[in-house]
């Protein structure tokens, strides 16, 4: 009810008559009606009212109106920017605008006891309000719909005028690490000139900031920070706060080769590490910096995932011990949509690692883009007030500002385990690199910073105005530090040939690098009849007491009854491979848009209790020493939760880590993870990763957005050994290919192109023994087919073999024999000469898919496919859709004649006299050939 609008009514009868029962008896009014009449009655007392019969506001109101004003704007009105005049808002903060005049300056105003002033001037009310909110520190805050929140910052920020009050020894520090910054850079010109490093110069408080970061982060409780940045002041990040030694640094400038032949290695501003350091007050902190590529942010998602991997399993779901901290750019984080996915993903169970702390290296510029044409908001954090994150915006000249916001904004994180923003405004010395040139298109802004000194001679300054200075040993901060940067520019010239160190390594003991060997054949990864049938009763049970909807019964009991008759589906052989790993004591996650029950209506891991909101997951009922299970229904996002599962198998090498996409077409949403970390990240940063991708793919007549994974592009990212792809086309298989990710002794990304239809395929089913024999098979032979009958030999993937198989027992063609490649990369050519072997009386060898020619694994067979000897290896035709721009047609009846072409084709018919296997098959009603 707007109780606003019954005033405006000329029958005020209801109001009335509530106001009546309110005076006789408050209780027995509605409580937001309650207050309503208190606030009235309030009014009535201290307001006057004027001729005209309406009401006059006391100053005492205004008053309070101009210290809410500075609370919600004065962060519009600071003193943050080192370069540029700021832009002009309005309406001001005078004291004109909110009704008051020059004469009420002297005045004494009882609205100063909510500053904690007592009875104050107004002067001085201004005076507390202009240093608390109008300096080097500006706030956003008063949007944050929790009033403990705002009111928290009020209590912290208001009494000390949101100032520092340092001692020495924190100045000293402070000064430290601020000279290490600039002495780095400035080290860097010396000895590298002209060479690309990225440099911090304009933002060099970056350094005592993360110091401050790690330092109060401990003496809260963190044993673990997590860090994800860019390149720029990448390099000033690894010495002077991961304290990766210099040597290693220096000698990267170097260029030398790597001492491991099959690493291809990346520029060194890209690299991660790992170390462990103790801080101030004696602990042991761990410290990670994930490698990045050059696509701004991507990093983000990787670190999150990361941190909540440690939270999981090395920190017994404990927030408070495990920190993320993401340092960005001002044009990224306001430009790159995958930092809107990363925060929708900042306060769900399955992605929340308790607040992270974004740090903002503000350079007010992007490359060469001015931040006014870089953005609509008016600031590039904006994007935090979608959580209701607070933002701080802090001059990056003002070291003693910024390293008490980080120090406030750390106590926030510890009390509300929430996201903070702190945005550093500074500026970028030099162009984009070191050799860039600005003045091309900021002539006017880089003449304002060749004349502007660095943070440190402001600070020095600072110091020596305040007779700070003489009780410190500045030129022994100086001679230490520069002294530190010669021993390593000296050792890097120790350094004969380049290597990468290892990034997480103590998670990834025990594990090695996989060798070309490893893969002509997979381990046996069979389960014994005794714990499948174990499993699956586990898997089938319902609790007792709860109510469930009469189809998910249904489905238990034919799930139930699948064990009875020896013969499982799809879903059942994959919850089984889930079931196992747990009880062996390795942890699942699977987590995908609407993958708890699956896009298809097919897993059902997670069920509701009937009527209610309760859910019930049978994994977690399997063993009771078993492995952590998490199901997790993913915001509707691929880039951001991709990033984040591909960090989270980053830091868990011994669980099986899933992202399953709705379709497997929209994977191309989460492209850049795929090509610069999936594909690459091996080669580039020595690390392994074995994070797994389920595809949904196969041509259905759905149409274009919903038949294609697009297998053509992730084998063309293939090579080295980076990836295993794989296209199961029996439970069984898929559940031996699970598996097998956790029993070899290394760790690949494993792509699998899963079904759609076959989900419900009555022969697409598999029985106990294949479960408790064997493992994983890369190529299954026709086991119904007589060697000496065959003369054509179809080799297809997938989905489709189901399509030709019926046909095939249809026509009765005991000539052909049906191979399927369940394993695409690493091509399995060995087994795959062994299976051709056997048929020395075919004539004929035809690759088959339902995909256009242009698209598909056919490019890739045809290049990869070679035997040895050579002389072994047949001609291998094809048979595909026409080259097409799209993968698949929209219309259902076009696609149903396509796929008979297919299949007509495959086994053989043909309508034109090429003998060579070159053929068109043609259907003239729709003018269409099947090449």
Request: aromatic fraction near 10%; proline fraction near 5%.
């Amino acid at each position: 009810m707007d109780k606003f609008n019954y005033l405006n009514q000329p029958d005020n009868s209801v109001i009335d008559g509530l106001y009546e029962q309110y005076k006789q008896d408050p209780g027995s009014v509605d409580e937001s009606w309650r207050k309503f009449f208190e606030g009235f009655e309030f009014c009535q007392t201290n307001f006057r009212a004027d001729q005209g019969n309406a009401y006059v506001v006391p100053n005492e109101f205004k008053v309070i109106n101009l210290i809410n004003g500075y609370r919600s704007r004065g962060h519009l009105f600071t003193k943050t920017n080192p370069v540029r005049t700021r832009r002009k808002y309005s309406p001001t903060l005078d004291i004109e605008n909110f009704g008051l005049k020059a004469e009420d300056l002297d005045k004494t105003f009882q609205a100063g006891k909510e500053l904690g002033l007592g009875n104050a001037k107004l002067s001085a009310i201004v005076t507390h309000l202009q240093k608390t909110y109008c300096q080097s520190v500006g706030v956003e805050y008063h949007y944050i719909r929790r009033p403990e929140v705002v009111e928290w910052f009020r209590e912290k920020m208001e009494p000390r005028l949101n100032m520092p009050d340092f001692t020495i020894d924190d100045k000293t520090i402070i000064l430290r690490k601020l000279a290490e910054g600039v002495l780095f850079e400035k080290f860097i010109h010396k000895k590298f000139p002209g060479q690309k490093s990225f440099s911090l110069e304009g933002v060099e408080s970056l350094i005592p900031a993360l110091e401050a970061v790690i330092q109060k982060g401990a003496d809260l409780g963190i044993a673990e920070f997590v860090l994800g940045m860019a390149h720029r002041g990448r390099l000033n990040v690894l010495g002077n706060i991961m304290h990766k030694p210099f040597t290693q640094i220096f000698s990267e400038f170097e260029g030398k080769e790597y001492a491991d032949d099959d690493l291809l290695g990346d520029v060194k501003y890209h690299l991660g590490y790992s170390n462990e350091i103790i801080v101030n007050n004696g602990s042991k902190v761990h410290l990670t910096l994930a490698p990045n590529p050059s696509h701004l942010e991507t990093v983000d998602a990787v670190v999150e995932g990361i941190s909540r991997a440690k939270i999981d399993h090395s920190h017994g779901g404990d927030n408070d011990q495990v920190a993320a901290i993401l340092i960005h750019g001002d044009a990224s984080i306001s430009g790159q949509g995958i930092i809107y996915e990363l925060i929708q993903m900042a306060d769900l169970d399955g992605y929340k690692t308790g607040g992270t702390i974004h740090l903002v290296v503000n350079n007010q510029i992007g490359f060469t883009t001015n931040y006014l044409d870089g953005r609509s908001s008016v600031y590039c954090t904006d994007v935090a007030k979608t959580i209701q994150s607070p933002i701080f915006h802090v001059n990056a000249d003002d070291v003693e500002a910024v390293v008490y916001t980080v120090r406030l904004a750390m106590e926030f994180r510890a009390k509300f385990h929430k996201d903070i923003f702190i945005d550093l405004l500074g500026y970028r010395k030099y162009g984009h690199n070191e050799s860039d040139e600005p003045r091309f298109t900021q002539p006017v802004l880089y003449k304002i910073i060749e004349q502007h000194p660095d943070p440190l001679e402001i600070y020095l300054k600072k110091l020596e105005e305040e007779n700070t200075l003489p009780s410190i040993d500045l030129p022994g901060i100086k001679n230490s530090i520069n002294a530190m940067l010669e021993e390593g520019f000296e050792g890097a010239k120790t350094i004969i040939k380049g290597d990468i160190d290892p990034f997480l390594g103590e998670q990834w003991d025990g594990l090695r690098k996989a060798t070309p060997a490893d893969f002509r054949h997979s381990p046996v990864t069979a389960i014994s009849e005794a714990t499948l049938f174990e499993i699956g009763q586990k898997l089938t049970a319902l609790p007792d007491g709860k109510t469930f909807f009469r189809k998910i019964i249904k489905m238990q009991e034919d799930r139930k009854a699948m064990l009875v008759a020896g013969k499982l589906d799809w879903a059942m052989g994959e919850l089984i491979a889930y079931g196992s790993l747990l009880a062996e004591g390795h942890p699942v996650r699977l987590s995908g848009q609407d993958c708890q029950r699956g896009t298809f209506s097919h897993r059902h891991a997670v069920l509701t209790v009937e009527d209610s909101e309760e859910k019930f997951t049978p994994l977690e009922h399997i063993s009771p020493n078993q492995g952590k299970v998490s199901i997790i229904n993913s915001l509707l996002s691929e880039y951001g939760v991709l990033g984040f599962e591909y960090g989270y198998a980053f830091a868990t090498p011994n669980a099986l880590t899933i992202w399953e996409a709705q379709f497997g077409d929209f994977n191309n949403g989460a492209q850049i993870v795929i090509d610069q970390y999936i594909s690459s990240a091996e080669d580039k940063w020595k690390v392994m990763n074995g994070a797994v991708l389920l595809l949904p793919h196969g041509y259905e007549g759905q149409g274009p957005e919903h038949s294609s994974a697009r297998i053509e592009r992730f084998l063309s990212l293939c090579g080295h050994h980076n990836m295993q792809i794989v296209n199961c086309t029996t439970p069984a298989n898929f559940f031996h290919v699970l598996r097998r990710q956790l029993y070899r002794p290394f760790r690949k990304p494993l792509v699998v192109f899963t079904p759609k239809s076959l989900l419900r395929h009555p022969r697409c089913v598999s029985t106990i023994e294949d479960f408790t024999t064997g493992g994983f098979r890369e190529v299954i032979d026709d086991a119904t087919a007589d060697p000496a009958k065959i003369r054509r030999v179809v080799l297809c993937s997938g989905k489709v073999y189901y399509d030709i198989l019926e046909e095939k027992e249809k026509q009765q063609k005991d000539d052909v024999a049906l191979i399927r490649l369940e394993q695409l990369y690493p091509l399995p050519l060995k087994q795959l000469q062994a299976v051709f072997a056997r048929y020395a009386h075919a004539k004929h060898f035809e690759w088959v898919q339902e995909e256009p020619v242009n698209m598909g694994a056919w490019k890739f067979i045809s290049q990869n496919m070679v035997f040895e000897p050579h002389s072994a290896m047949p001609v291998l035709h094809h048979t595909a859709r026409p080259a097409s721009g799209s993968p698949a047609t929209g219309s259902s009846r076009l696609h149903k004649i396509q796929q008979k072409l297919i299949v007509e084709k495959a086994l053989g018919k043909c309508t034109c006299e090429h003998a060579n296997g070159s053929c068109r098959l043609h259907c003239a009603e729709h003018e269409f050939q099947i090449v």
